[in-house]
Every structure is written in structure tokens, then in C-alpha cells.
């Protein structure tokens, strides 16, 4: 790799996008592997997490991190989400030329749009399930009348501020029910109901090819035994590294749109999650980054993760190496007071340590109080994420450091890693 400079200022610079456990562990992960890191806090939480790494820039002092990026000759920017692209700033920093850790323009429809994705979808002879679009009530009741089944209801835009959060229903009877409830504003996306056999795969593309790196699965439910509601984010998640995609997944799911990608100059993460039905996979959605979960794991598996990261930014041809032993990670979230119900809000409440950690721990919505006490700031405190050779010793680990917080009214899921995994499994 060429440095550019030569002062005592570390060679490379990265600025995270983000808030939170995201940007907490992808600064701290990146500055471990010698880079300089700082974050552009693109929401109004989260924002004491990234600053033990490295200095945040609020909104409301930067209303662009384009001068930010230009002062700080940073190297490599990574998102945390696809929202950047829709900020007003998105044109400048596009112009700017600095390598971006996600796809730009065209190639990014295939996370926002889902009906692009359908598409893309069919013209590859992907498994997609039976979807469509409805712009109000009426039409969508229309569809059901025509395709009597269960549909999961989801926003047809992808973004963090959709009025549509994914209802996955299960039976005709709850997609009746919903439809008379869901906010119609952008319309809806009806995607037919496959069932519980999820999993994941990560893979980056750069240089015109796809390299596999993760296979992966997010545990979305709220509580043990898969109950309750699909959360706003996970409640935990597994992470086996898997360059060879032994499940398939990316022979499947990801290879035959090989074309497109070259076509639009794709690089960039490309993450399916699929669900298995009669012994098929089928693509449930595309994301184009590495995500909140099982980013900080993959990150932490690589021995070269700048290099890898620098490398897909510039869409050159990759080498990702790993770290021994790492083959498995394990994350468990620490729920605070209320979630997954978070119209429900408590006081900031202490958040007590026992002792120290033996892994990561991703402070999410957490901050210091007057009396540099930690103190929950939201209803998602913290990510705790532990690796090993074989699977039970993530899992082992990870719990005995999750039982070391304290925090009122917390909760964790104990069934991390016991269904749903190996992948095909419900
Ligand atoms: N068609 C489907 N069949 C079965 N489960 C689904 C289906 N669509 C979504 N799900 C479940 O809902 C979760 C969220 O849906 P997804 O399409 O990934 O949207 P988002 O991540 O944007 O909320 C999935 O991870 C999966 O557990
Ligand atoms: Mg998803």
C-alpha cells in the first residue's frame, strides 16, 4: 500500500458515518489495525460510544463532513447506512473522490429500491418471493383478494426514517389485520411470507469480482425462543467466517449478478439475507453494507482490514486475509428499560460494570453523567461480542461478559447461537 504521507501523523485516515455501537466498534476496530479515526455523528443518540475511540463532529457544529474530510486528508469514508446518499451533502462528497466503504449511484438501488431488487432478482433467475407494490389501502387489498396468503408488509424505500417498519405476518388473517394499520404514505411492499430458516452472507466486491467473507445470522426477535416482535435491530447474531461459502449462500444468491455488478461499477458490501423453503434458498433483501451486527465481527476477523476496506473504496482487486482461530463470533445485545417497546421511555438509568470485560464491548446508547458515571441514554445499551476457534466458545464467552453489566429493567436474549443456526435450521 502507498502512504502518503510522511509526517508523524499515522499514514492512512478514516471517517466513520455513524452513531452508536456501529461507530464505536468500527473506529475502534480500524484505529487497533493503525489508522487515525474520527466519526461524523450523522443522528441525534449515540454519541459518546465513537468518542472513546477517537473525535466525533456533530451535525449541529458540521452541517457537512465535507470540509471535515478535506481538512483531515481522510483516506477511506464508511457509512454506517445507506441514508448519506440522501443528505444534502451527498454530491459534494461524491466529488470529492474519496474512497466511499459502500456502493454510489446506480449500484445502491439494490438496497433501496426492493422492487429493484425483484427485479435484478428475475433477470438472473434468482428466488425471490412473490411481491408487489401497493401505493394505498385499496390496492394493497386488492393484491391479497387476487393472492390469498401471508405477505410480510415492508416499506418500498429503504431508510432509516420509513414510515413502514417490516411486519412480518404469518397467516392470511394477520395481513388483513395489518394492512388496515400500516401507514400508506410511500405505499407498501408485500413480499410473500417464507417462514423461520434465515441466514446470511457477506461477501465484498471490488475489481469486477465477489469475494465471500462472512456467512451470518441476526437474531431479530425480541425475546428468547424467537418471541415476540422483529425488533428495531437484532438482539444478537453469529458470524462464521467462510470465504469458501460452504452453505451456498453466495453461489446462489450473490455470483449470478456478477454482470450487474460490472455493469454499474459495483463495490462495495453486498449482504443477502435469504430464508430456505422446501429446501430452497430465496432472497429476502440485499444490503449494501456490512452491518450493525455482524460488522464488528467480520472487522475483528480480518487480518488486514484496512487494506481490505482501502482496497474496495478504490475498486481494486482484494486479498482479505485472517485472523487464526477467529472462525466464530458471537454478539449479544443488553436491551435496556422497555425495548423492543420504545415508545415506552425511562429516566437514564445507571449502567454498572463488575469487573473486565475478556471481549468487545460496543457502548450503544450509553453516555457519562456529571459524575463520570455511565448512564443508558435510549433502550439499546450495549453490543457485547466474543470470538472463538469453534462456535460454543464465542457463545460461552460472550455471556460471561454480558453478566458483568448491570442495568435496570436490562435484558439479554440466552439463546444466542441455539436455533436457527447451522443455516437451513429453524
Ligand atoms: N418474505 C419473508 N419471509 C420470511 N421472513 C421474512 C420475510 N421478509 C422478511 N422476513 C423477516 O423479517 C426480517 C426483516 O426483513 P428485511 O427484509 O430484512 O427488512 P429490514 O431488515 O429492512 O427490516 C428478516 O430478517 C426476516 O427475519
Ligand atoms: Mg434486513
Known amino acids: 500500500m502507498t502512504r502518503k504521507h510522511t509526517s508523524s501523523k499515522p499514514a492512512i485516515s478514516v471517517m466513520v458515518?455513524?452513531?452508536?455501537?456501529?461507530?464505536?466498534?468500527?473506529?475502534?476496530?480500524?484505529?487497533?489495525?493503525?489508522?487515525?479515526?474520527?466519526?461524523?455523528?450523522?443522528?441525534?443518540?449515540?454519541?459518546?460510544?465513537?468518542?472513546?475511540?477517537?473525535?466525533?463532529?456533530?451535525?449541529?457544529?458540521?452541517?457537512?463532513?465535507?470540509?471535515?474530510?478535506?481538512?483531515?486528508?481522510?483516506?477511506?469514508?464508511?457509512?454506517?447506512?445507506?441514508?448519506?446518499?440522501?443528505?444534502?451533502?451527498?454530491?459534494e462528497l461524491l466529488s470529492l473522490g474519496i474512497p466511499i466503504f459502500c456502493p454510489t449511484h446506480?449500484?445502491?438501488?439494490?438496497?433501496?429500491?426492493?422492487?429493484?431488487?425483484?427485479?435484478?432478482?428475475?433477470?438472473?433467475?434468482i428466488p425471490f418471493p412473490q411481491s408487489h407494490v401497493a401505493r394505498n389501502r385499496l390496492e394493497a387489498e386488492e393484491i391479497l383478494g387476487k393472492y390469498p396468503r401471508a405477505f410480510v408488509i415492508k416499506n418500498p424505500l429503504c431508510s432509516p426514517t420509513s414510515p413502514v417498519h417490516t411486519v412480518l405476518c404469518e397467516s392470511l388473517a394477520d395481513t388483513r389485520s395489518w394492512l388496515k394499520h400500516v401507514n400508506y404514505a410511500e405505499g407498501v411492499f408485500l413480499q410473500e411470507y417464507l417462514g423461520p430458516r434465515?441466514?446470511?452472507?457477506?461477501?465484498?466486491?471490488?475489481?469486477?469480482?465477489?469475494?465471500?467473507?462472512?456467512?451470518?445470522?441476526?437474531y431479530k426477535r425480541a425475546f428468547a425462543g424467537n418471541m415476540g416482535i422483529v425488533a428495531g435491530a437484532p438482539l444478537g447474531g453469529l458470524v462464521e467466517w467462510?470465504?469458501?461459502?460452504?452453505?451456498?449462500?453466495?453461489?446462489?444468491?450473490?455470483?449470478?449478478?456478477?454482470?450487474?455488478?460490472?455493469?454499474?461499477?459495483?463495490?462495495?458490501?453486498?449482504q443477502v439475507t435469504a430464508v430456505q423453503r422446501n429446501g430452497k434458498w430465496h432472497v429476502i433483501e440485499y444490503n449494501i453494507r456490512i452491518g450493525v451486527t455482524s460488522g464488528a465481527m467480520l472487522l475483528r476477523m480480518l487480518a488486514n482490514p484496512i487494506e481490505t476496506l482501502l482496497q474496495t473504496g478504490r475498486d481494486e482487486k482484494l486479498a482479505p486475509r485472517f485472523v487464526k482461530n477467529l472462525n466464530f463470533g458471537c454478539s449479544v445485545t443488553l436491551a435496556g428499560y422497555a425495548y423492543p417497546h420504545v415508545q415506552v421511555r425511562g429516566p437514564q438509568l445507571p449502567v454498572e460494570v463488575g469487573g473486565s470485560f475478556s471481549c468487545d464491548v460496543w457502548w450503544n446508547e450509553v453516555a457519562?453523567?456529571?459524575?463520570?458515571?455511565?448512564?443508558?441514554?435510549?433502550?439499546?445499551?450495549?453490543?457485547?461480542?466474543?470470538?472463538?476457534?469453534?462456535?460454543?466458545?464465542?457463545?460461552?464467552?460472550?455471556?460471561?461478559?454480558?453478566?458483568?453489566?448491570?442495568?435496570?429493567?436490562?435484558?439479554?436474549?440466552?439463546?444466542?447461537?441455539?436455533?436457527?443456526?447451522?443455516?437451513?435450521?429453524?
Open 242 to 270: 467462510d470465504p469458501a461459502d460452504k452453505y451456498g449462500l453466495a453461489r446462489e444468491l450473490i455470483h449470478p449478478l456478477l454482470p450487474w455488478f460490472r455493469e454499474v461499477k459495483y463495490h462495495g458490501p453486498i
Open 198 to 218: 434465515e441466514a446470511g452472507h457477506i461477501a465484498l466486491v471490488s475489481g469486477g469480482e465477489i469475494c465471500s467473507l462472512v456467512t451470518n445470522q441476526e
Open 17 to 91: 458515518l455513524g452513531v452508536g455501537a456501529f461507530a464505536h466498534s468500527t473506529a475502534q476496530i480500524l484505529k487497533d489495525a493503525g489508522v487515525s479515526v474520527a466519526t461524523y455523528l450523522t443522528r441525534n443518540y449515540g454519541h459518546y460510544p465513537p468518542s472513546l475511540a477517537g473525535p466525533v463532529y456533530s451535525q449541529e457544529q458540521f452541517p457537512s463532513p465535507c470540509p471535515l474530510l478535506k481538512e483531515k486528508a481522510v483516506d477511506l469514508v464508511v457509512p454506517m447506512s445507506i441514508d448519506w446518499a440522501q443528505a444534502p451533502w451527498k454530491d
Open 106 to 125: 446506480e449500484g445502491m438501488r439494490i438496497e433501496r429500491e426492493r422492487d429493484f431488487a425483484r427485479q435484478l432478482c428475475q433477470r438472473f433467475k
Open 368 to 426: 457519562r453523567d456529571g459524575n463520570d458515571s455511565l448512564v443508558s441514554t435510549g433502550h439499546r445499551i450495549a453490543d457485547v461480542i466474543a470470538f472463538g476457534s469453534v462456535l460454543d466458545e464465542a457463545i460461552a464467552k460472550a455471556y460471561a461478559n454480558i453478566r458483568k453489566i448491570r442495568s435496570l429493567g436490562s435484558y439479554y436474549r440466552e439463546d444466542i447461537g441455539r436455533s436457527l443456526w447451522p443455516p437451513g435450521n429453524p
